[in-house]
């Protein structure tokens, strides 16, 4: 199965199970109304945490009622992440959503050892592109949280996004190990890396997954000009995952199909005990809607 565009996961939503998703630091406009929205929409249910006189102002700043929703009072930002962490230990939430307060604060919280929200697993963030010019979704990892990840990290953030997508319903996911080329290089260390974890699949330490590389960026996602250069591989030109080399290929990537290819974007963190959504306080309701989306789909 795959993914055709976001919309589709919208529709698919509206028809299951709401999940729960917990606004740490709710006090935050576009969060608050994107969550909002989203609860509007039939698509999850929300928890607010945060100062719950300065929550309800905002609501009804926004012409949402407050009557409707599950608000938690917080005194602070460190207090807030705990009665999150709570709520997810529980089983009383599904996702974490980021509000108003800093990426770092939140992440530490995440942490610490008392929150009880960590695996035995690297902690990898997953972008998904719905790009105009491409017949179904595709992730990209990492572009935000792994600034230079070395073998073993890759193959960890593989079997996080794998998890993931399989909760979405997309089976066996065709992943490309990203390279500048074909070719494997020692003067190219991700050429090495790739060849290294196609041969993990291969062998069974990675599973649930088909793995090419390196391939470079046209021939995982052009079956064309996959054709044109005689190269074969099922995931040419069908790739589901990109594996980068580092955060910055990532993040000029998926930042290059946005704001030059007419792409939208939306992700999060894996690898915790539930999905993280991760957004800049400078971003959108709109775009804040779709992540909540798309961490819905993946809880």
Excluded: W
Aim: charge should be neutral; hydrophobic fraction near 45%; proline fraction near 4%.
């Amino acid at each position: 199965m795959s993914i055709k565009n976001f919309d589709v996961l919208t529709e698919k939503l509206k028809t299951g199970a709401k999940k729960r998703v917990v606004l740490i630091g709710a006090e935050d406009t576009h969060s608050l109304e994107a969550v909002m929205l989203a609860q509007k929409e039939n698509l999850v249910q929300p928890i607010l945490v945060g100062n719950k006189a300065t929550i309800v102002k905002y609501l009804d700043e926004l012409s949402f009622s407050a009557k409707n929703v599950l608000i938690v009072d917080s005194a602070d930002v460190e207090e807030s992440i705990k009665q999150a962490a709570k709520l997810i230990n529980a089983g009383e939430a599904d996702f974490i959503m980021k509000g108003k307060l800093e990426t770092s604060t939140l992440m530490r919280g995440i942490l610490q050892r008392d929150n009880n929200l960590r695996t035995d697993r690297i902690m990898s963030h997953l972008a998904f592109m719905d790009v105009p010019t491409y017949h179904k979704v595709f992730a990209i990892t990492d572009v935000a949280l792994n600034p230079y990840p070395n073998l073993d990290q890759k193959r960890q953030m593989i079997e996080n996004a794998v998890i993931t997508l399989k909760n979405m319903g997309i089976n066996q996911p065709k992943v490309a190990v990203m390279s500048s080329a074909e070719e494997i290089n020692p003067k190219v260390p991700e050429s090495v890396d790739a060849n290294e974890l196609k041969m993990m699949q291969q062998s069974g330490v990675i599973k649930d997954c088909i793995i090419e590389g390196p391939i470079s960026y046209d021939l995982a996602i052009s079956k064309e000009a996959a054709d044109l250069k005689g190269y074969i591989s099922p995931v040419a030109g069908d790739v589901d995952l990109m594996v980068v080399p580092n955060i910055t290929a990532g993040n000029l990537l998926a930042k290059g199909l946005t704001y030059s290819g007419g792409a939208r974007t939306a992700g999060f963190v894996v690898g915790a005990k539930v999905p993280i959504l991760l957004l800049s306080r400078s971003a959108s309701t709109e775009d804040k809607f779709m992540g909540i989306v798309i961490a819905s789909s993946a809880c």
